[in-house]
């Protein structure tokens, strides 16, 4: 099918705001007698809190209030799971947990007043490690989690959070049929999520008392509801104003400090800004978790897998709040079977309680932990069987009618022909100079489900109006919308307008997340536009005019006091049939004499459905694959008993405009998603398998595998040495 | 498998001291039990008091370049077992303007040695808060100093003191 | 950041007076990159802040005899592209090239990278492998040191309380002298090096035995370092891979790294032997190509 | 009392010592379009040029800036005319989320000032200190490629 505006390249039509400095994002709102909020942290991992003295800070000129536990309500609070209190209040449990909390008129004075409040600490121990977590009489985080509201039921040690089990066949009686078992474990690194823009809120009380919330959060109808329980009101006393964000990535849909924000602003009557500094941020942000993943795969001689168990330990640090799934857990897990189909198969998460940084989730939680194990095993499995590791891949790839790791049958699979585009624009079968090494890895991501409301209205000029209630994370999702509804309505792209409701306006809505936007937000937008086209035509043929313009439609209704105007509320349940399959080959040079690694090519391609802004798209995939390398080469949050020191963007190191190596992108198209005329999801497709491709190329380069991430130059220099020791 | 044995920036420290003092055992314990005077041994201390029997407050000042620390605090023996020459303290001292503050445990072995008496000195420490948050490698480095300065001015005092 | 007292001189004797006033409570700002954070940070508290940006003088960057002299207001960026300083010392102006963001070296000066005594700094490494001498004033007075002896330990100089630096005398270089700065960066282009080297070697006139060289090593101690037992392999002796190779692993036991971000001391000592190598190998080949040229 | 010429204009205020410029821009003049990241000087969100030269602002103090001219995000567009870099971002993708954007966008004015055809490696250095986490850098490459070429034309 031909689209007039679907799938053409439009630039960011609407970012004339972000690029002149108008936009005003969350930390940007400024109101009348505001005044701001800091937090003071804890610096143990684990400690009772004997007193805590704030007289001396609350006597500082400049200082409106200084809040402790004492002084806000005794209640729990989280995204899913319900462990959390607004302040520490008998005991810290991490290292940057916030203890009390002051306002001031300018934020120096608010930091100077933290510097006077005095905490006395006696000192418990703590865990740092899952592993040591789960064995009997370690220190408990938690001493009852199974009690907290949200707490699954399966709990095998008290400081297991959450376990996630998928599982296929009968395990057990696969690995009797295979003739080899291979079993490898490997390490994946805490990592921030590198959004530039910290959490930052704003909370002012109106004249009629509600609650007028600007935050940097994507779920601003979760975040409504989640706050109506934090601050005991009713749901109709809080108002979500949408904002622009400045990136989340997954780190960007939690209370953060609004409730704290909100009880500074109750005591102080003034409304409280709160921006966290970006050594919080590194601090007590709610990153990537941290992973020990185990693969044990069976396979016949002929290179079929026939049986897996994946177990991962999760480091979830000493709160699951952050985690929004159900499961309260990660739900790439599931990617333990990798794009393979797996008669017996048992794949495990368990997500551990320790004394560290409370982990959230990051741009597709749990997978490139998995994947990057998955898709390393994957090549050292091939080495093993002297078999060729692309060989080893096509013998098991997915096909059609095969089901993934949670049940689901797929259909249209097209993980072959996304495997031999990739092999074919990297130039796999080239030979290679000395020193230089390829690899391959692969994944696949699902088109995320949700529920959105979308209100379209014509107006009076001939123009349309989309409200919605997502906001834009920066992925263009506004401008994917607007071209839905042009499409549809056979206008101009610059005949939609697209208005941002507050939480005032819809019932509901999932916001944004899981690669769901284009799918959700596309097919309500889609549906809403076709009701009103409806409408027009029904009006058009009551003129008796059909090809009256939409002006004098829209002006005809006006006339009689009518607008015209239609809302479609889209609800995805479950998972479509079909998924995106990913596969990306890396070209890197090692240096033997330093151990680093330099990218000098990377070649990445998608399956994806029907592209509505091909810019937009693009732009995702680069986003997330120099993410991907980050993760892959330099990103970490690196701790010593559970303190973080890396706590600058001086030291925890995001690649800059001269880290990203020459980049060719491939388009597998297929057009058999969900979305609106049939769109896939791409956000999370680019990030997962880098760095297992990265790996792999390091070990065809040099002959030593890494199995912990980051892959640093030291890893390599000293792994290196250890083979030539050895030899 | 690749990595390095110490990798990682570690916000604990623990280091070692062992030297030999030419004096006898009894008379190098009951120096080291006076803390007032082995205060008085670590550079940069400014006070130190007794508040009971085992417990004193003082106050160290250190600077590094700029940054300059006032830390306040206690010491408190913990264990003192003269015959055995074992004696266990512990070190907690904030300084109010930066936020942040100091946590040492220390532990002293003394053991007979041809030339008088071996002492030994454990010590772990670490260092929280705002210092801890940035000035990592810094304080770790001048803390390593200023036990070795401390260790010589044992040294030196007992050196002065013996007949 | 807490409220200090700040002060912004004209001139030099006003600053010094003020300095001599304030004694150790006063911090001397420049471009303000390292003190502001430090401040931000809350580890650096200065009752007094005093801002030398106006005063006059300072910045010039000029020829002397044999040297150039580079006032301490002059910023890395001024430096990196004064056509004087790339064309008689290229490898100084690679240096400041080397700095952080082009933001940082509009803003960092030649003065403050020095009295910061940061062993993670570029310039220092490059100055003292050229013998650069600073210049230092107080009320009163003046005097000059070489770089080599200015730095005591982490963020210390050998400046006292009341005295400024006001320019540092780099000298050029002899004939049939090559120089080169490597900076190791294995995380990313914006980083601090995990090991720098600059390196000088001159040759002698038959331009096959080295006459001098200067080795200096940033990142891989509490203070830059001049490693001296290294080039005194190489002093006089007739130049080749296995010797260079050499002054490397005699410069690894010179160091005393910190663990840190950018690498554990273990690798940051493995490094300074690879990284000497390679720097003395590119001095080598501009030596050769300097003899060749005037020759 | 500092003096300080914003995008032409001409203020005088009265700031404590400690008011970084940034904040001082932010929230004595309310020219929130500079943002705040990383607060270290690091990843170029309050990237703005002091007499004509691109620095962080914060890390400087305002009392530093007095008597002197700054650019910032909102001096780029004249009247409601967009500069082409400004123009060139958006048309080319070069920005997603756009916090890193005003920083991207005065960086890479001055680039084109000081270099109006750079080539790759040339936009690569300049741009080194402006950190973007939502492109990959890929499309601010373009942005400023583009801008030179209309530049040219």
Redesign the interface.
């Known amino acids: 099918m031909a689209h007039r505006i679907v799938g053409q390249r439009f630039g960011r039509l609407d970012g004339a705001d972000k690029v002149t400095g108008a936009a005003r994002y969350s930390a940007d709102v400024t109101l009348p007698g505001m005044v701001w909020g800091k937090a003071l942290r804890s610096p143990l991992p684990h400690a009772r809190i004997v007193r805590v003295d704030a007289s001396r800070a609350r006597a500082l000129p400049g200082v409106l209030a200084v809040l402790t536990a004492a002084d806000v309500p005794d209640l729990l609070v989280g995204r899913r799971m319900f462990d959390m209190p607004l302040l520490a209040r008998d005991r810290v449990r991490f290292v940057g947990e916030k203890v009390a909390v002051v306002a001031a008129l300018d934020p120096d004075v608010a930091e100077e007043a933290l510097a006077f409040i005095e905490v006395e600490y006696d000192e418990l121990p703590a865990v740092f490690d899952p592993a040591d977590a789960i064995q009997p009489g370690a220190p408990l985080v938690h001493e009852n989690p199974g009690a907290y509201h949200g707490a699954p039921a399966e709990r095998p040690h008290a400081n297991v959070q959450s376990v996630l089990r998928f599982k296929l066949g009968d395990v057990d009686a696969g690995f009797r049929e295979a003739d080899r078992v291979f079993e490898h474990t490997f390490r994946t690194q805490l990592a921030h999520h590198g959004y530039i823009e910290p959490h930052a809120g704003v909370i002012a009380l109106d004249e009629d008392e509600r609650v007028q919330v600007w935050a940097s959060n994507k779920m601003p109808y979760r975040l409504k509801e989640l706050l109506s329980h934090a601050l005991e009101l009713p749901p109709a006393r809080i108002r979500v104003n949408l904002t622009p964000i400045g990136g989340d990535f997954g780190g960007k849909g939690s209370l953060m400090d609004l409730p704290l924000a909100y009880h500074l602003a109750r005591v102080t009557r003034r409304p409280v800004k709160m921006v966290m500094r970006y050594t919080e941020e590194l601090m007590a942000g709610n990153p990537r978790h941290p992973s020990v993943v185990t693969m044990r795969t069976g396979v016949t001689k002929d290179g079929r897998i026939v049986a897996r168990r994946a177990t991962a330990l999760y480091n979830s640090g000493a709160y699951a709040a952050f985690k929004p799934a159900p499961s309260v857990n990660l739900g790439g897990t599931s990617m333990g079977a990798g794009v393979y189909r797996i008669p017996h198969l048992l794949l495990e998460g368990f997500c551990v309680y320790t004394n560290t940084i409370p982990c959230g989730h990051a741009r597709s939680p749990g997978e490139p932990q998995m994947l990057f194990a998955e898709e390393s095993h994957m090549d050292m499995i091939a080495k093993e069987l002297g078999l060729d590791p692309v060989e080893l891949r096509r013998r098991n790839l997915l096909r059609d009618g095969d089901a993934l790791a949670n049940g689901h049958h797929l259909e249209h699979v097209r993980a072959t022909e996304t495997l031999d585009a990739a092999l074919a624009a990297s130039d796999w079968a080239k030979p290679k100079p000395r020193g230089v090494g390829r690899g391959v890895a692969m994944g696949h991501r699902h088109i995320g489900v949700g529920f959105t409301n979308a209100q379209v209205r014509l107006e009076t000029k001939g123009t349309v109006t989309l409200t919605i209630g997502l906001p834009d994370t920066g992925t263009g999702a506004h401008l994917v919308l607007r071209q839905v509804v042009a499409e549809v309505l056979g206008l101009s792209i610059d005949e939609v307008q697209i208005e941002l409701a507050t939480t005032d306006l819809f019932e509901t809505d999932s916001g944004v997340g899981g690669s769901r936007v284009t799918h959700t937000g596309g097919r309500a937008a889609f549906h809403a536009a076709e009701k009103l086209k409806e409408q027009i035509h029904a009006e058009a043929t009551k003129l008796g005019t059909p090809d009256a313009s939409f002006a004098t439609i829209a002006q005809a209704a006006a006339r009689e006091g009518r607008t015209l105007e239609a809302v479609h509320f889209y609800d995805a349940k479950s998972h479509a049939a079909v998924t995106s399959f990913t596969a990306q080959v890396a070209e890197v040079a090692v240096d033997p004499a330093t151990g680093q690694v330099t990218v000098l090519r990377f070649t990445t391609a998608h399956d994806v459905g029907t592209i509505i802004n091909p810019l937009g798209h693009q732009g995702q995939i680069e986003g997330g694959l120099i993410q991907g390398l980050g993760f892959a080469l330099m990103e970490e949050l690196q701790t010593a008993e559970g303190r973080i020191s890396t706590l600058s963007l001086g030291d925890f190191k995001l690649p800059t405009i001269r880290d990203i190596p020459p980049l060719t992108t491939v388009i597998v198209e297929d057009a058999v998603g969900p979305g609106p005329f049939r769109a896939k999801a791409i956000g999370e497709g680019s990030i997962s398998p880098v760095a297992p491709a990265i790996a792999n190329a390091v070990a065809d380069a040099c002959g030593v595998r890494i199995v912990d991430l980051p892959i640093t130059a030291e890893k390599v220099y000293f792994a290196l040495q250890d083979r030539k020791g050895r030899s | ?12 420290v623990t280091f070692t001291q062992e030297c030999v003092i030419p004096v006898e055992h009894e008379r190098l314990w009951n120096f080291l039990m006076d803390v007032p005077a082995v205060g008085r041994c670590v550079p940069g201390v400014q006070t130190i008091e007794a508040v009971n029997g085992s417990v004193y407050e003082g106050e160290l000042k250190v ?6 620390l006032a830390l306040e605090g206690t010491i408190t023996v913990e264990e003192a077992d003269a015959p055995a020459g074992r004696a266990r303290m512990r070190a907690e001292a904030n300084d ?6 100091i ?1 040492a445990r220390m532990s002293l072995t003394l053991s007979p040695a041809d030339a008088g008496t071996r002492v030994q000195i454990d010590t772990d420490l ?1 260092v ?11 304080i ?3 803390a390593d ?1 200023i036990l070795d300065e401390f260790v010589r001015n044992v040294r030196s005092h007992l050196a002065a003191v013996t007949p | 950041m807490i409220a200090f007292d700040y002060r912004a001189p004209r001139s030099l004797d006003e600053t010094l007076a003020i300095l001599q006033e304030y004694g150790d409570e006063a911090r001397v700002i420049a471009g303000g990159t390292a003190l502001v954070t430090m401040m931000r940070q809350r580890l650096a508290q200065p009752a007094c802040v005093v801002s030398v940006r106006g005063v006059a003088g300072l910045g010039r960057i000029e020829a002397t005899n044999g040297s150039i002299r580079i006032g301490a207001l002059v910023t890395h960026r001024e430096a990196e592209c004064s056509p004087l300083i790339q064309e008689r010392l290229p490898v100084l102006a690679e240096t400041f090239r080397r700095v952080g963001t082009i933001r940082i070296r509009h803003m960092a000066t030649v003065g403050g990278a020095l009295a910061h005594a940061d062993p993670n700094q570029d310039p220092p490494v490059t100055l003292m492998a050229l013998d650069a001498g600073v210049e230092v004033q107080r009320a009163g007075g003046g005097r000059e040191l070489p770089v080599a002896e200015f730095f005591r330990d982490y963020y210390e100089s050998a400046l006292e309380p009341g005295e400024l630096v006001t320019a540092v005398t780099v000298p050029l270089l002899p004939a049939a002298t090559g120089a080169s700065y490597v900076k190791f960066l294995p995380r990313t282009a914006d980083d601090y090096a995990t090991v720098a080297v600059a390196a000088t070697v001159t040759l002698e006139p038959d331009g096959e035995h080295c006459r001098e060289a200067r080795i200096a090593l940033g990142s891989v101690a509490t203070t830059p370092l001049r490693e001296r037992a290294a080039e005194a392999l190489l002093s006089g002796a007739r130049l080749g891979e296995r010797l260079l190779k050499a002054a490397g692993s005699a410069a690894k036991t010179a160091v005393d790294p910190l663990d840190d971000h950018r690498g554990s001391a273990a690798y940051k000592r493995e490094m300074t032997a690879v990284m000497v190598e390679r720097a003395l190998t590119q001095a080598w080949a501009e030596a050769r190509r300097a003899a060749r040229a005037s020759g | 009392m500092i003096r300080l010429t914003v995008n032409g204009q001409a203020h005088e205020l009265d700031v404590p010592s400690y008011r970084t410029l940034l904040d001082c821009l932010r929230y004595d003049l309310g020219l929130t379009g500079s943002k705040e990241g990383c607060g270290v000087g690091v990843c170029g969100a309050c990237t703005v040029l002091l007499d004509g030269k691109m620095i962080s602002s914060c890390i400087a103090l305002a009392v530093f800036a007095d008597g002197r001219e700054v650019t910032t995000v909102e001096g780029l567009a004249e009247d409601e005319r967009l500069h082409p870099v400004q123009q060139a971002f958006m048309d080319a993708g070069g920005f997603q989320c756009g916090i890193c954007t005003p920083g991207q966008v005065v960086a890479a004015k001055a680039l084109l000032d000081a270099i109006p055809h750079p080539s790759e490696a040339e936009i690569k250095e300049w741009m080194l200190g402006n950190l973007c986490r939502c492109t990959g850098y890929y499309k601010i490459v373009e942005s400023i490629q583009a801008a030179a070429g209309q530049a040219r034309a």
Do not use: C, D, T, Y
């Not at chain 2, 600077?63 to 300059?68: A, M, N, Y």
């Not at chain 2, 929280?128 to 990592?136: D, M, N, P, W």
């Open positions: 498998m690749g990595g390095s044995p110490s990798r990682r920036a570690s916000f604990r600077h590094v370049g700029p940054i300059r109010r303007r930066l936020g942040g503050g946590r670490a929280l808060g705002k210092i801890g948050e940035f000035g990592q490698p810094v770790k480095k001048k100093a």
